[in-house]
């Protein structure tokens, strides 16, 4: 029999877990399940990761999860479980299929019937965060070939096995142009091998606006991390509610299941929650095992609920709505339709989604990687950009010449604008006139700069790959 881990969560997490839970057993699956305790209670029993050895066990015994939401307690250096599991596991697609259910849940958005796939390892999500100087913060944002390829060839494997017609990249590579930029460039590599897909890119501004105004333009969509996130968000929540949508978070070797919303506190412990999108993840989890009569007969159950109206206060509205139900209640009315199927909206007959197989990643031939200059941070609350080139001046070493400096991005120095604000965070670039530069003239440069007292905190290589200069020009530049 199939072991499943599962995790109840924080906030509503135990409510909608024990309302799914009895769903999926009245449905007759054959399945065991093993709990972990995470979340809440393990942070604060000390576990900054919220997360025990032994719950860590028991998820790579079994490889499948099943959770609940939980509680990220803010600050106090504790780092989000969701995050860490989606990593530790390998977990790359996260994968959210939303819809309309017009006329029976109110919305502006009748036709809307989109998957998000989210990259789930790299991005901002990272979690590599530095305060640098009394007055800023960064966050590094890293994107890499191997995760943009895994991604995007998971979205259009992803939308031929399910029939989908199209799918839509979206980034800022307008902006960013290395990170973003290599997110779109292999989205346009991978595309073509997939012919009879449509596929199209749109800056992700332009492109939300557009998903919330008309978002039965969209298909499949792939995207970064933290758009991805987001744009999930905004597209469940225009169905109708944000408990209505689940997430499967899939690995080459194990997965995970859960809803997109979070653990909702501010209505935990009432008994009102919409259990909805956990179900809808039990869902993709019972298609992943192959059990895929207990996924149509859950599903359709579900359905049919919602067609008669019976609703919890999340999307209940006076003239579509029947009843109102708190969370019991609305699981007791689904198990009530187990083995019937929906009127009005389509019935659904699932199949099996199992694991799409992906390639395995080839590195490329390594290309031709030269050293044209650095880049030195500064921590320096002079303000002046003129007195600090004077000063970065006096450490230049053999050939190797202060270029420009900028502040949060934008040039300062030379011929800067009276009107730009300048922080302590100073990016002071060098370079040589032959256009390369040294590991060991970097040094010197740090040296002479450390036995002037100048505060440098951290240095950025300056990187040319295959003849093409691979690093941002200051703005203004
Ligand atoms: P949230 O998704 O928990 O709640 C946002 C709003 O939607 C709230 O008004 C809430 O009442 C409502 N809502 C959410 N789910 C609902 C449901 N099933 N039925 C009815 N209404 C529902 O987002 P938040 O308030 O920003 O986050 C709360 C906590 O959840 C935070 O600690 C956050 O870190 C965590 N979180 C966890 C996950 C996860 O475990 N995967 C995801 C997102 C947020």
Redesign the pocket.
Known sequence: MTKITIAK?????PE?MDAVLKIVKASGVNLQFEEVEI?EKAYLSGNSSGISPQAWDTIRKNKIFF????????GGGYK???VTTRKALNLFANVRPCRSFHPYVRTKHPELDIVVVRENEEDLYAGIEHQQTPEVVQCLKLISRPGCEKIIRYAFEYAKKHGRKKVTCLTKDNIMKQTDGLFHKVFDEIAPDYPEIVSDHMIIDIGTARLADTPELFDVIVVPNLYGDIIS?VVAQITG???LAG?ANIGLECAMF??????????AGQG???????LQAAVMMLNYLGENAAATKIHNAWLKTIEEGIH???IHKEGTSKQLVGTRAFAEAVISHLGQTPTSLAPVQERASGPIVLPKYERKNYSKKELLGVDIFVDWPGGESDHLAEKLQAIETKGVRLSMITNRGIKVWPNGFEETFCTDHWRCRFETKNGSISKQQIIELLKNADEMSIDTIKTENLYAFDGTPAFSLGQGQ
């Open positions: 969560g924080d906030g509503i997490g909608i979340g959770k609940a939401p939980i509680t990220t307690p803010q989000s479980l969701n968000d509610s944000v408990g997430s859960e809803a997109i919303h979070g653990s909702a506190p501010d209505i009102i929650a919409n259990p909805s999108g956990l919890t206060a999340d």
